[in-house]
């Protein structure tokens, strides 16, 4: 079983920071793919950020891009986004989540086998 648990969400206003991490415990891969997604009430989950563990890839969503950081601790099993610049449309629960192996696109919820319980970001103006 795996468990994935992010922190590092709260309150901050528009133009401020935040680091999310995302730990990975129980019986993970030894390389993982891995992505971030948002959700906020009355739509789907979102696409935000993905890094796959073979040539260090990153993606981003293109609203994201040049304000948000994907990267990862691998001796701490801890997966990172760094958002910087917020806005208030950046508001929502953030969810990491492991992509099933051999998938190739990373952009996808369905395509993501384990999911942490979300942590959420509050972004006011």
């Known amino acids: 079983q795996v468990q994935l648990v992010e922190s590092g969400g709260g309150l901050v206003q528009a133009g401020g920071s935040l680091r999310l991490s995302c730990e990975a415990s129980?019986?993970?891969?030894?390389?993982?793919?891995m992505g971030w997604f948002r959700q906020v009430p009355g739509k789907e989950r979102e696409f935000v950020a993905a890094?796959?563990?073979?040539?260090?890839?990153?993606y981003y969503t293109d609203s994201v891009k040049g304000r948000f950081t994907i990267s990862r601790d691998n001796a701490l099993n801890t997966l990172y986004l760094r958002m910087n610049s917020l806005k208030p449309e950046d508001t929502g629960v953030y969810y990491c989540?492991?992509?099933?192996?051999?998938?190739?696109?990373?952009?996808?919820?369905?395509?993501?086998?384990?999911w942490g319980q979300g942590t959420q970001v509050t972004v006011s103006s």
């Open positions: 989540a492991i992509l099933k192996t051999n998938i190739a696109d990373a952009t996808i919820a369905f395509n993501y086998d384990y």
């Open positions: 129980g019986r993970t891969l030894s390389t993982p793919d």
């Open positions: 890094m796959r563990w073979i040539g260090k890839i990153k």
